[in-house]
């Protein structure tokens, strides 16, 4: 399985920004994966920001609920976290998985 994700970028704080993550790869069942968002700080440790089970179960830090929405579409074998309200402690790499494969990362920097 490979995974690309895109969409970082720099933004004000306050904005928005789409994050996406397409999967690639034979012999494995998207659809039957659980799929996440992490994001890594300077400085700081790897955080799980969202979850997304194939039983359509959407788990959040508590530092983004409210502000972020994860969501698949299954037949694209596709991920999205959608950020709302972003803040500048937003800021970090963020890394999108399936099942135990690891995206590359793309940055997400929140001006103030």
Request: a positive charge; charged letters at 20%; proline letters at 2%.
């Given at each position: 399985?490979?995974?690309?994700?895109?969409?970082?970028?720099?933004?004000?704080?306050?904005?928005?920004?789409?994050?996406?993550?397409?999967?690639?790869?034979?012999?494995?069942?998207?659809?039957?994966?659980?799929?996440?968002?992490?994001?890594?700080a300077?400085?700081?440790?790897?955080?799980?920001?969202?979850?997304?089970?194939?039983?359509s179960?959407a788990?959040?830090?508590?530092?983004?609920?409210?502000?972020?929405?994860?969501?698949?579409?299954?037949?694209?074998?596709?991920?999205?976290?959608?950020?709302?309200?972003?803040?500048?402690?937003?800021?970090?790499?963020?890394?999108?998985?399936?099942?135990?494969?690891?995206?590359?990362g793309?940055?997400?920097?929140?001006?103030?």
């Amino acid at each position: 399985v490979q995974l690309q994700a895109s969409g970082g970028g720099l933004v004000q704080a306050g904005g928005s920004l789409r994050l996406s993550c397409a999967a690639s790869g034979r012999h494995f069942n998207f659809k039957l994966q659980t799929v996440g968002w992490y994001r890594q700080a300077p400085g700081k440790q790897r955080e799980l920001v969202a979850q997304h089970s194939f039983r359509s179960e959407a788990t959040y830090a508590d530092s983004v609920k409210g502000r972020f929405a994860i969501s698949r579409e299954n037949a694209e074998k596709t991920l999205y976290l959608d950020m709302a309200s972003l803040k500048p402690e937003d800021t970090g790499v963020y890394y999108c998985t399936v099942g135990d494969t690891w995206g590359q990362g793309t940055q997400v920097t929140v001006s103030s």
